[in-house]
Structure formats: C-alpha cells, structure tokens
C-alpha cells in the first residue's frame, strides 16, 4: 500500500477506517481507504444525488458562510474564481457570483466541462470535496497550478482530530469519504505546492500561492 498524498510506503500503519480497510501515513499525517473499499462512480454519484441543498436553505447557506467569508476577505473585487466539485446544486458559486465575483464551476459528476480546468484563477473554493479525492496528490497539484501566483484557495473539510479514532469517528462514517486530513498533512501539502497557510480551523483552511521572485 502506497500513501495517495505523498507517496510513502515505509511509513504507514494500516488501520480500520469505519467498516474499511485503509492506513494512516507517518510523513504526511494523511489517513486513507484502501482503494479496493472505494465505491463505484455509479453509486458515488448516486449517493450525491440525494444531497438537497438549495439557495433558499438558509441553514445551509449560513454553514457555506463559513467558508465563503474568509475566502472572500482575500480576494480582490471581481474576482475570477473556479468552484471545484460545486455538487449537483452549487450553491456556494451562486453565493460568489452574487457579491460580484465571476464563478466558473467544475464537478466531476455534474459540471464536467474540462475547458474550466486549462484556465488560472484568482480564487478556488473546494468546499466538502476533498474528502472524497481518490488520487489527492494529484488534486492538489491541479488546484494549485490553477492558482494565478497570489491566488486564494478555500478549502472546507473536517479535519482528523490528533486524539480522534478513526475507526470510529463520524466523519468517516460516510462512504464517499475515502481521505481524512490532519493539521500536519494540510502544512505538508503547503510546503509541497508553494503555498502560505492565511487560516487553519478544524474545518475551514485558507491558502495563498507564493509569488515567484523575480530575481
């Protein structure tokens, strides 16, 4: 078994998480499912497709919130963002395009439109998608070579308590939920794609690419 994040093979001890097979990675502090436990596309868009979040759903734009204001306090007006796995229903690039900013959306299942993903952004939001990435390595080498230099990347995942066991804990009850990131993988994943940690909360992670210097 190989880490998806940062390639180890050496360090990982494997472990139950929920009712899967997966391991826990000593370099990068990623926990992972084993990718024989992951579901089919088929049933992982299914299980999407009973999500029924909506503009009008007050509650869930009140928990968007938490994700959209501090991404919105880094960014420049007008905006050129890309809403990364927006969902069946993207409500987080309605709640964007509405404080003025122009929003592209991609979802693997329900926006696949690639063009958007060949384009560099100001700002990426990734809101309760990361969680779900089969191959996270390579996601996060995408999300962060999209990134104009400068450029804001909101990130909203539950992460992995350090006192927390993952066999049992609740976030990792769900069966599209197949990486589980620690304070430690999200300050890996910063050093490996040129990054700058703006916020660190157990739920919402703010970034900003380095500026290449000139010189």
């Known amino acids: 078994m190989t880490c998806p994040l940062c390639n180890e093979t050496a360090a990982l001890n494997p472990r139950r998480i929920s009712t899967r097979l997966g391991a ?17 596309a088929e049933a992982e868009r299914a299980r999407y497709e009973q999500h029924n979040n909506s503009r009008e759903d007050e509650r869930y734009v009140g928990f968007l919130q938490n994700l959209a204001e501090p991404f919105e306090s880094q960014l420049r007006a ?18 964007l395009r509405e404080s003025g900013h ?3 959306i ?8 690639k063009n958007v993903l060949q384009r560099r952004y100001d700002g990426i939001v990734c809101c309760e998608t ?4 089969r191959e996270p390595r390579g996601e996060w080498k995408k999300l962060a070579e999209m990134l104009e230099p400068g450029g804001v990347l909101g990130v909203m995942t539950l992460l992995l308590p350090s006192d927390a ?11 599209t939920h197949v990486v589980f990131y620690t304070e430690r993988t999200i300050r890996w994943i910063a050093e490996i794609f040129d990054l700058d940690i703006l916020k660190l909360s157990e739920r919402v992670i703010i970034y900003r690419k380095r500026k290449r210097d000139s010189n």
Do not use: I, K, R
């Not at 990623?30 to 579901?39: G, K, N, Q, R, W």
């Not at 066991?165 to 069966?175: E, G, I």
């Open 24 to 40: 826990s990675c000593n370099s990068c502090g990623l926990a992972f499912v084993h990718p024989d436990e992951h579901l089919s």
């Open 78 to 95: 007008g905006a050129n963002v890309l809403d990364y796995g927006s969902g069946p229903e993207p409500v987080l690039a309605m709640l």
């Open 102 to 104: 122009t929003v592209s």
């Open 106 to 113: 991609y979802d693997p299942f329900f926006a696949d439109d």
């Open 130 to 133: 990361a969680e779900h990435f």
């Open 165 to 175: 066991d993952v066999s049992t804990w609740w976030y990792a009850q769900d069966p």
